[in-house]
Every structure is written in C-alpha cells, then in structure tokens.
C-alpha cells in the first residue's frame, strides 16, 4: 500500500529530519510510528501524502510514486487526521464531513457547496458511525468538545472511503480516556473497511494497545520495526535515549499491576 525507499529530508535551514529511512506498509495494517518530539515522524508522514518532498528517495501509495504529476490521482486515496484537527469550527459538523468529498468534485460544484445526495448520505452515516448524534450534525463545531471534533475529523478523513488513512498525532491534544476513545474509533472504522493507516503517536502505551505494528524513530532513523509484543525496555531506551536502570527503578516498589516494564517506560516519559 505505502512504500517508502531510502527517503531522506533535509530542510532549507539544514535541519536533517530524516535520513534514509525504508518502510513498506501492507494493506490493512494499523502502523504506528511512535517516538519523541522531532523525531521524524511529521515529516514522514507529510511525505506520504506529498506535502513534504523527500530530499532524497522515492514513496509510492498503491505502487505509483509521489511525484508532480501524480498527486492529483493520488490525493484522493488518502484521508488525513490531523493533531489539531483542521476542521471549520464556524461551520457546522455535516459541512465538514462533507468537506471530505471536495478532492473530487469539479471545482464550480465544491464553490457553490452543491454536494450529491450520495455524499450527503454518507455523511449522515459517517457521523452516526464515529457515535454522534443526529442533532449534532447542524451544529457549529466549535461548539464540541475535543474529543467530539477529532471524531468528526475521522469521519470526515473516511469520507471517500480512502484506501490509505495518515493520522498525525491525532490525539496529541486529548486527555487519556478521551484519546484511547478516539484510538478506538479509528482502529475500528479503519478494519471495518481493511483501511491502511499510519499514525504517529509519541506515547508507548497506546501504540502498544492499538498498532498491529511500531515503527520507532529517533533522530530521522528507525531504532524499531515490529509488533507490540516485541516491545521492551532496551527498545525504549533506543527510542527516547533514557537510562535502562533509571526506568527499572522506576518499576520497583510499584504496585504489580503497574510494575511492567513498559508502564515504568511510560511513567519516564511522562515526567
Ligand atoms: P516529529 O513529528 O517527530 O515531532 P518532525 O518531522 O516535525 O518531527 O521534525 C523533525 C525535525 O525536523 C525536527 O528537528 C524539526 O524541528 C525539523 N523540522 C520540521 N519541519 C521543519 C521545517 N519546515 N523547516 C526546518 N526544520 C523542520
């Protein structure tokens, strides 16, 4: 679904963000690519989508490469999630889940909001899927809360029903229980339609509780490719740069039900 080959990015003011980084994502997988701020994992995904051009290297979304001319065929295949959820919030819920279907429509009809009645009822279904209510749909969103605004950008991303979702951060601004609800929400609707995504995320507990696979980065390279079960200490010491006995210690003297070694990792990073 989504390969990437050797990408390198080196910004304008020689910032290297990324450096030779190989990553092939197959259909249906739910990729996390975890790790601490300005690791990489923004511009990874911006490249994903063509907002970000490797500076050096290729990616490739169902086997066509990013390129100028590709973009227009290839934009519309994929669903973003954003950190601070990029929705109108003077507008009302069902206007930007509709906003969604735009990619696809000639350029007069997204002008004058003349969506189809198809894209309307899709809507409608998105919106009851990701658990709002019907009344919601008129209102403004800058009336909901966080939580209820990250669930209309989901709805919104899956509106052409997408082949390939890229999330970034997409919790980044929620509380706990709120961001393990709309974690949730997305692994559902995402293997409900064998969506692929990737979404980057910088806390180990739920990349370990939602991603079928974690790719860590630090400092532009990937220090971990696998699945949650082969996540351990030493791994979060390659990701976030700590002291294996710091986070040990940390474990210690914790009650046994959070005394594993990844719950200490997730205490460390939360200080
Ligand atoms: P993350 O998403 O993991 O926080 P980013 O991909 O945003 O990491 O950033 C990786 C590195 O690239 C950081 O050092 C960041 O400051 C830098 N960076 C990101 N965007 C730009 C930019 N437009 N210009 C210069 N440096 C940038």
Redesign the pocket.
């Known amino acids: 679904m989504l390969n990437f080959e050797s990408v390198a ?1 080196r ?3 020689g ?4 450096g030779g980084v190989s990553l092939q994502v197959p259909v249906g997988q739910f990729c996390v690519v975890l ?12 490249m994903a989508n063509g907002l ?1 051009k490797p500076t050096q290297g290729t990616v490739q979304v169902e086997g066509v490469r990013i390129a100028a001319d590709s973009l227009a065929h290839i934009r519309p295949r994929i669903g973003m999630i954003h950190q601070q959820f990029n929705l109108v919030l003077r507008s009302t819920v069902a206007e930007n889940v509709l906003a969604g279907a735009l990619p696809t429509m000639p350029t007069w009809r997204a002008l004058l909001g003349l969506f189809t009645d198809e894209a309307r009822r899709k809507a409608c279904e998105l919106v009851a899927s990701v658990g709002l209510q019907e009344q919601h749909l008129l209102r403004r969103v800058s009336e909901l809360s966080g939580g209820q605004q990250q669930r209309v950008g989901i709805a919104r991303a899956f509106m052409l029903e997408p082949p390939l979702v890229l999330a ?2 997409p919790v980044a601004s929620l509380d706990p229980q709120t961001s393990h609800d709309v974690l949730s929400l997305l692994r559902r609707q995402a293997r409900e339609r064998g969506t692929t995504v990737l979404c ?1 995320l ?1 806390q180990i507990e739920l990349a370990c509780e939602f991603a079928d696979r974690i790719v860590a ?1 630090r400092h ?1 390279a990937v220090v971990f490719d696998g699945p949650p079960a082969a996540f351990d200490p030493r791994v979060f010491d390659a990701i976030y740069g700590r002291g294996d006995e710091s986070v040990r210690s940390r474990g210690q003297g914790m009650r046994p039900e959070t005394a594993s070694p990844l719950h200490a990792a997730a205490l460390e990073l939360a200080q």
């Open positions: 990015m910004y304008a003011d910032t290297q963000a990324l790790g601490s701020s300005g690791a990489g994992k923004s511009t990874l995904l911006r970000v970034d951060e980057s910088h980065l532009g």
